[in-house]
């Protein structure tokens, strides 16, 4: 898989087989009181409030994360221009995301490595790249429909320059997110190609029925992609509900080589109509814990949260898998 793999391969292995991706990013900002209401999500921190993205990557840190995820999930220059920021602004804005996260990682490390059998590893920073259904703000990125009107071309332009941005400020991986179809899979793949990228990526799918990406087309499309490319050195699913995993993570076993990621959300429903979580039933960080066992055997080599989990989520599944390892 070539050199750019083995950065990630090296700390799934030092992790003991299965590393630990952070949790939610926007739940732990509303849970410190940021307002995030907004077309722009988390990243509205990256200009309101960095000490408070900083604190959030310490604390999922501190809970035993390997993979670091930034603030840039919903931060585009389109939607930063549209807050009224010129494009030099909103990328100062992409590259702080990085800066936070790298420093936030630094931080911790230099004091953790001192500590006689801390049980952490280094972490590694991840620049989180949303979907174009992301940056829509109205949830395409789980329907997976974009339109007649959006084409190959035209999501490589939405992702191009962000892409450029990332790479430029050196996180250490690049992590595509709740990619809800084929067509922007392709975009994906064909970007890092052009681009030439160097740093090792993962692409990840939202699912909404368990078996297939959101657009309806099947994982077998879309991992016939994936499976081409040498640059994308992971594939997995985000922000889908926690019981869909057991059998996507199967199904992906047998469609593609590359390791698996899994970060879903709390299996909580979002209202729509009501703009809330509707309160969960049955997906309490003890149940993570057999989930992320479950998960492991079944052959994930990275674990951890997105929506609605939180840093007591992440610390319940690192301590479940290091125990194991
Ligand atoms: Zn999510």
């Known amino acids: 898989m070539g050199k750019t793999s083995s950065l990630l391969e090296d700390l799934i292995e030092k992790a003991g087989g299965c590393a630990v991706v952070d949790g939610g990013f926007a739940t732990q900002l509303e849970i410190h009181g940021a307002t995030i209401n907004d077309p722009l999500w988390s990243a509205l921190c990256l200009i309101k409030d960095p000490d408070l993205i900083k604190r959030v990557h310490l604390e999922y840190l501190e809970a035993g994360a390997d993979i670091l995820v930034t603030s840039s999930y919903q931060a585009t220059i389109p939607g930063f221009l549209s807050k009224g920021l010129s494009i030099e602004e909103g990328e ?24 006689p059998g801390h049980g952490y590893n280094r972490a590694l920073v991840a620049a989180s790249i949303g979907s174009y259904g992301a940056y829509l ?28 941005v990332l790479v430029r400020s050196c996180p250490d991986l690049l992590a595509f997110e709740t990619i809800p179809n084929k067509l922007e899979a392709q975009a994906c793949v064909e970007l890092l190609e052009e681009e030439n990228v160097q740093i ?43 019981h869909f995993l057991e059998s ?52 994930a080599k990275l674990i951890g949260g997105c929506c609605r989990t939180t840093p007591s989520t992440i610390r319940a599944i690192s301590k479940v898998l290091k125990e194991m390892s």
Do not use: M
């Not at 100062?92 to 500590?115: H, N």
């Not at 029925?209 to 994936?226: R, T, V, W, Y």
């Open 92 to 115: 100062l804005l992409l590259e702080r995301s990085v800066r936070l996260a790298v420093e936030a990682r630094d931080k911790f490390w230099d004091v953790t490595k001192r500590v």
């Open 137 to 164: 703000a109205d949830g395409s990125e789980y329907s997976g429909c974009y339109g007649p009107d959006v084409n190959l071309d035209k999501l490589k332009d939405f992702h191009r320059r962000r892409l450029q």
């Open 200 to 242: 090792p990526s993962w692409i990840c799918f939202s699912s909404v029925d368990g078996e297939n990406a959101p657009s309806g087309e099947s994982f077998k499309e879309c991992l016939d992609i994936i499976n081409k490319s040498k640059k994308v050195n992971a594939v997995g699913i985000n922000c889908a509900p926690p």
């Open 248 to 299: 996507l993570i199967c199904k992906f076993k047998e469609l593609t080589e590359k390791p698996i990621v899994v970060y879903p959300n709390s299996g909580e429903v979002w209202d729509g109509r009501a703009k809330r979580w509707l309160p969960s039933k049955c997906f309490g960080d003890d149940k993570f814990e057999l989930y992320a066992t479950k998960w492991r055997d079944l052959g």
